[in-house]
């Protein structure tokens, strides 16, 4: 059974872009939820959907943003880049239960 | 006060040795709690979930609940040196579906 998949891996950007990454959960799971890793805050929820609807939603600013299409692959946006925007951006594919299993993550630089 | 705390070590033992690690939570209604463990450069990776009180125990690694102290813990026995890893506690707040919240992680080192 292949796991979570995230594209692309890594991402260089510069303030003021804007940035669309990508997660296909692990077949069958129809929920993903979105978290910044930093080492300053460490993991921190972004938002998560079921379904193609937003259940849950981090403390972040409206910059961060997604969806999530019919085959439950997901996309999280960030508009208008910042220097703290740089960060490990995690995908998590949710079994029933809450049980969530992480991708191997997109790295964001942002200069 | 933050919602999940951990002692962000290191934590240092030698092999073979019993870990634990601790955590402690502000949500009285949390549901369910999580270990994940995470290698350096990697992604997290789901160790034990625990969502009753006592112990939950799984190879090695044992898991245990506590509510009324709002406490979490686990123990890695015979610990070796490929534990090594920062291990991160979650918690599923009341009313959420699949959000965690995470404390900041422990650093285990496991000395050969």
């Known amino acids: 059974k292949a796991g979570v998949t995230q594209t692309p891996r890594y991402l260089i950007k510069t303030r003021g872009q804007q940035v669309t990454l990508s997660c296909s959960p692990i077949s069958g799971h129809r929920s993903v939820s979105w978290y910044q890793q930093t080492p300053g805050q460490g993991l921190q929820f972004l938002f998560e959907y079921f379904s193609e609807t937003q259940r849950n939603k981090g403390n972040f600013p409206g910059r961060f943003s997604g969806r999530q299409f019919s085959n439950s692959r997901s996309e999280m946006n960030v508009s208008t880049l910042e220097l703290g925007d740089s960060a490990l951006y995690l995908c998590?594919?949710?079994?029933?239960?809450?049980?969530?299993?992480f991708g191997p993550g997109t790295r964001l630089t942002v200069l | 006060q933050k919602e999940v705390e951990q002692n962000s070590g290191p934590l240092s033992v030698p092999e073979g040795a019993i870990a634990s690690l601790n955590c402690t939570y502000s949500d009285r209604g949390s549901q369910s709690f999580f270990w994940y463990r995470q290698y350096s450069g990697k992604s997290p990776e789901l160790i034990m979930f625990i969502y009753s009180n006592g112990d939950k125990e799984d190879g090695r690694f044992t898991a245990q609940l506590n509510k009324a102290s709002q406490y979490v813990s686990l123990l890695i026995r015979d610990s070796q040196p490929s534990d090594s890893a920062t291990y991160l506690c979650a918690v599923n707040p009341r009313g959420a579906t699949n959000k965690l919240i995470f404390g900041t992680g422990t650093l285990l080192a496991v000395q050969p």
């Open positions: 998590a594919s949710n079994r029933a239960g809450d049980e969530q299993f």
